[in-house]
């Protein structure tokens, strides 16, 4: 039985992560408002606060054959209407936090014979939308830390990310608010569908796993095909 940490485990694509994993390994899942509304067997979860300067992280087992980092957050609208302290907060959250916790958890995902992290970025990065100023920054981010963490840890850890397109999670419920919002926003994709939680934990397991051995650095695309289909 294999030792996963999750960061934000409480809903959304954190929950669906959660859920699966803790079928058959030992999951240690973090939130930060609401605990889950159910655990897994094989799992405990934490309280964290991933913006406390001084973090707590001694629930971090000795060994860890692999770490999620889930928090983030969307916020859409024109750029003239953020303030410089938006973006150093999402920053905050998208970018220092997983920092923070990759650097705690250091040890023991070395200790693991085939360690793996996955971090979350956004098809706004990699496609220019208008209102995505915030996000896509925070996410560019991300994105440069993934690839810069794959070569530095290899080949003893395996870094790697998801850039889903917008999916059916509580981050996203002002978006799809409405019938009318859901279908729109489904019909700009060649896929003519809304991402669901499920969808990216495909994607998340593969990535911890054995199947994904061979892969390292790289952002794997999760979009219903708006990244590069016209």
């Not at 060994?63 to 928090?71: A, E, T």
């Not at 003893?156 to 919002?181: G, Y």
Request: net charge neutral.
């Amino acid at each position: 039985m294999k030792n996963y940490l999750i960061i934000g485990c409480s809903t959304g694509i954190g929950n669906a992560i959660f859920n699966r994993l803790g079928q058959h390994h030992h999951v240690i899942g973090t939130y930060y408002k609401n605990q889950p509304e159910s655990t897994p067997t094989n799992s405990t979860i934490h309280y964290l606060n991933v913006l406390e300067e001084s973090s707590e992280f001694s629930f971090i087992p000795e060994k860890l054959d692999g770490l999620i980092y889930c928090p983030g957050s969307i916020q859409l609208k024109p750029f003239h209407r953020f303030k410089e302290d938006d973006f150093i907060k999402d920053y905050q959250l998208q970018v220092i936090g997983a920092v923070k916790v990759i650097q705690a958890s250091l040890a023991a995902l070395k200790k693991s014979e085939q360690a793996s992290i996955v971090l979350f970025s956004t098809v706004a990065v990699q496609n220019g939308f208008s209102f995505h100023s915030l996000v896509s920054s925070s996410k560019g981010a991300i994105e440069g830390l993934t690839r810069a963490l794959s070569a530095e840890l290899a080949p003893k850890i395996r870094v790697n990310c998801i850039a889903p397109s917008i999916t059916d999670t509580p981050l996203a419920q002002s978006i799809l608010s409405t019938p009318e919002k859901r279908e729109a926003n489904a019909q700009r994709h060649p896929l003519k569908a809304i991402g669901s939680p499920e969808d990216i934990a495909n994607a998340a397991l593969f990535l911890l796993g054995e199947e994904s051995k061979w892969m390292t650095g790289q952002v794997l695309h999760l979009d219903g095909g708006i990244g590069t289909i016209r």
